[in-house]
């Protein structure tokens, strides 16, 4: 079924070299394996979207990349270092940015303690500029700065999530369902406009999407994740080529209602 | 009438040696997830290293500061070498809680044969009486409201202002998300248990020097009111320790003005029920756990 083998991890057709690579990982909770054998890759400049039903074990992988779980296998690759199973914060360190799906924020603090906290890494001098700067991005965070931010609406609130990952310019950026709960005007154009824009000035960014047709419209490379496992991965227009596309999510006995438009409809 | 001015005045210095021990208390618990129940014994602990720094002659203020470092670098042992590696083998907060009142029952017992039973006391003039009305208060009492005011205000400044105490609700807040911040979470709760250490043993130098003797079973009774002052204001929360402390000041004190003295804890605990049932969150609900003032 799988179309690409896994194991040819050369950059073929004409990706940018691996900034961030993930081989053959396994990992999950308690001991249990979650996602089995899975590679992953990202360099810079490219939008790579990883769909899939839910309880693929999207999530999961994106935590092991960060360092919050624990790789029994398989190893990651930060640039040429090996990185596996290092601590989050020497990986924010080192340029790997992680918004998570949910709790992607720090909530008693005011918007401007979050955007600090994004910059903790940083002298105070710089946060300054960093604050600036990211408040050009998204401009409606700049008025609000002294607002906790657990008042902030479903948009203003993952603007602010994303903003606080840019204050230490990471070179890679890992996006968990960045458009979870937000409208679907806001979605489009949180990934048209803003994903694009920084895989545009050269991030890596690594991204899992339940709106899956509007991921593959924004992205250099899929990967289709099932049941903990890469069932298929590829150009988004070869993906969706195939006549089996749907088939194959499923063929996993799992629906897959983000393909479906009415669901992109719905509010 | 009279009575209860008076009872006011001592009120003030109740509360400011409950916030001291209280805010102390309950940002371990905020910050750290630790409900420290060996809390009180290093309190007393404090209080008996400054004892004997005073029998030799030594200044009690200078005793004070000994009693606070003892504190401060008791606590963050205790939570490395004690607290740490069982939160990090998943022990649930039930366990901790019981594996807090094990290291409080060894500390009381660790510390009997070195101190003994009997009561003790500084040697301290408590210096001349002052007068604003019919409060009637000593110089060392003036001086121990002015410790809690200005150390109030500092922490107020450290979780405002500051680098490390911004990191330090933040950790509070959401540990994951901090990590992934590049925030060093272990370095700054070491910080925590230094400066949450420090503020137990002041607290508990200056407990012994607002009270004519102490004993070692002082440790379960400040206990008591450090946990009802936490618990009204809202376990976890800094400043509503401080609100806490001074409506658990202020009431004890009055009632022992109404009723009497020996009641103290008794009222403290009596509150500490009540607040459980009617409002079990405390004042400052949790959502706002280490929420900037206002």
Redesign the interface.
């Known amino acids: 079924m799988t179309l690409i083998s896994l194991d040819s991890q050369q950059q073929v057709d004409g990706r940018p070299a691996a900034s961030l690579r993930a081989e053959h990982i396994t990992s999950g909770y308690g001991g249990v394996p979650v996602i089995r054998d899975v590679s992953i890759s990202v360099g810079p400049s490219e939008i790579v979207a990883i769909i899939g039903p839910n309880g693929a074990g999207k999530s999961t992988l994106l935590k092991s990349l960060v360092g919050i779980l624990r790789v029994t296998g398989g190893r990651i690759l930060l640039g040429a270092d090996d990185v596996t199973n290092h601590p989050p914060e020497e990986l924010a360190r080192r340029g790997v940015g992680y918004v998570p799906q949910v709790n992607d924020i720090f909530e008693p603090l005011t918007v401007l303690e979050n955007l600090e906290m994004g910059g903790y890494l940083l002298t105070g001098a710089q946060v300054r500029t960093r604050v600036a700067e990211v408040g050009d991005v998204f401009p409606q965070l700049p008025p609000m700065l002294k607002r906790r931010a657990d008042k902030l609406s479903g948009g203003e609130r993952k603007m602010l999530a994303i903003a606080r990952v840019l204050m230490l310019d990471p070179k890679v950026l890992i996006l968990d369902e960045p458009t979870a709960n937000l409208s679907p005007k806001l979605a489009d154009s949180l990934l048209t406009e803003h994903v694009k824009r920084l895989a545009g000035v050269g991030k890596a960014v690594l991204l899992v999407e339940q709106r899956a047709r509007a991921a593959l419209k924004i992205a250099d490379w899929t990967s289709v994740l099932v049941s903990g496992a890469t069932r298929l991965e590829g150009r988004p227009d070869e993906l969706l080529k195939r006549q089996d596309f749907e088939e194959l999510f499923l063929g996993a006995g799992t629906t897959l209602p983000a393909v479906d438009e009415e669901d992109d409809d719905k509010r | 009438m009279d009575l209860f001015v008076a009872a006011f005045g001592f009120g003030l210095v109740s509360m400011s040696v409950i916030a001291i021990a209280a805010v102390g208390f309950t940002m371990q618990f905020g910050i750290t997830n630790m409900i420290n129940l060996a809390y009180g014994e290093v309190m007393i602990s404090a209080a008996y290293v400054a004892y004997y720094v005073n029998k030799a002659g030594i200044s009690i203020w200078l005793g004070m500061v000994v009693g606070a470092l003892f504190g401060s670098v008791f606590s963050f042992l205790l939570n490395r070498f004690v607290y740490a590696p069982f939160m990090r083998k998943g022990t649930a907060n039930l366990g901790m809680v019981i594996v807090s009142l094990a290291v409080s029952l060894m500390m009381a017992n660790l510390l009997l044969p070195i101190v003994g039973y009997y009561s003790v006391s500084y040697q301290e003039d408590a210096g001349s009486l002052i007068r604003l009305g019919s409060i009637v208060l000593t110089r060392d009492q003036l001086i121990i409201i002015g410790v809690a005011v200005v150390l109030m205000l500092g922490i107020h400044a450290l979780l405002t202002y500051t ?1 490390l105490g ?2 330090m ?2 950790t ?3 540990p ?10 272990q370095r700054v709760i070491d910080s925590v248990w230094l400066i949450t250490g420090a503020m137990c043993g002041l607290a508990g130098v200056v407990a012994a020097l607002n009270s004519d003797s102490f004993a070692i079973a002082n440790g379960a009774a400040f206990l008591i009111t450090i946990l009802a002052a936490a618990v009204l204001g809202g376990a976890g929360q800094p400043y509503g320790a401080m609100i806490g402390a001074v409506l658990i000041g202020l009431i004890t004190e009055l009632s022992a003005a109404a009723w009497s003295p020996q009641y103290k804890e008794v009222v403290a605990f009596a509150i500490l029920v009540l607040v459980m049932v009617l409002r079990p969150q405390g004042l400052l609900a949790k ?6 003032a206002g």
């Open positions: 680098r911004k990191a609700r933040a509070a807040a959401n994951t998300l901090a990590r992934n911040c590049g925030i060093p979470t959502r706002g756990a280490l929420a900037a």
